[in-house]
């Protein structure tokens, strides 16, 4: 069966540090990855997302950029983090890119707590 | 602007009473998503219904989908205090969009 791990759990980061978040997927082949961020309270927005080794779309200008050096690993990165990045990071996967039979499993999610 | 939007924002209902939460959408869609999230965890799928389907059962949730209308509802029968979560549509059209979610809690 698939089962997707994020680390770490929580993290609190002062103003200006980078960042590494890392996903990894087990049991499935060339998944399609994404990253979410959730603000307290707030639904969820799409970050990027990657469809193969090397190939990372960015859905909003911030200051966050994501690498996949593997088929099932997803990196989220910073070299400086900013107040504004504070949030519950998600990393889901889906086994088909935007078709209808879609659906995304997503891991545990990463707390960052920027001060 | 906001693609997926549910209402209420927050419910709160007794157990054994039955929940609906809305959601409505802005542009054309392949499928529509609802997703349930425990405080503090990632995100559960519950049902997708196609843009072609207007309603799907799956145990105690029924979804329907309007799309002339723009809009789906999750109906949760017979609720339980383990029902208490934050529950989000999602639409699929040319990228996946979350609405900001409605918080549910079941009163015992």
């Known amino acids: 069966s698939q089962t997707i791990h994020q680390w770490p759990a929580t993290l609190v980061q002062p103003v200006g540090s980078p960042l590494s978040l890392e996903c990894t997927v087990e049991?499935?082949?060339?998944?399609?990855l994404y990253w979410y961020r959730q603000a307290a309270g707030r639904g969820l927005q799409l970050l990027f997302y990657?469809?193969?080794?090397?190939?990372i779309s960015s859905e909003v200008p911030q200051n966050l950029s994501a690498s996949r050096p593997q088929d099932r690993q997803f990196i989220l990165s910073s070299k400086k983090l900013l107040l504004s990045d504070s949030g519950f990071y998600l990393c889901?996967?889906?086994?088909?890119?935007?078709?209808?039979?879609?659906?995304?499993?997503f891991g545990p999610g990463t707390r960052l707590t920027v001060l | 602007s906001q693609q997926g939007e549910e209402d209420p924002q927050a419910l709160s209902i007794q157990e054994g009473e039955n929940a609906t939460m809305n959601c409505s959408y802005k542009?054309?869609?392949?499928?529509l998503q609802w997703y349930r999230q425990n405080s503090g965890r990632g995100l559960v799928h519950l049902i997708l219904?196609?843009?072609?389907?207007r309603e799907k059962h799956s145990g105690r949730l029924r979804v329907t989908l309007d799309t002339s209308k723009k809009s789906s509802s999750l109906l949760i029968t017979a609720s339980r205090a383990a029902d208490t979560a934050s529950y989000f549509c999602?639409?699929?059209?040319?990228?996946?969009?979350f609405g900001p979610g409605t918080r549910l809690s079941v009163l015992p």
């Open positions: 889901a996967w889906s086994g088909l890119a935007f078709s209808s039979y879609n659906e995304q499993f």
């Open positions: 049991g499935t082949s060339n998944p399609n």
């Open positions: 990657s469809v193969g080794i090397g190939q």
């Open positions: 542009t054309s869609i392949n499928n």
């Open positions: 219904i196609r843009s072609n389907e």
């Open positions: 999602a639409t699929l059209g040319q990228n996946f969009v």
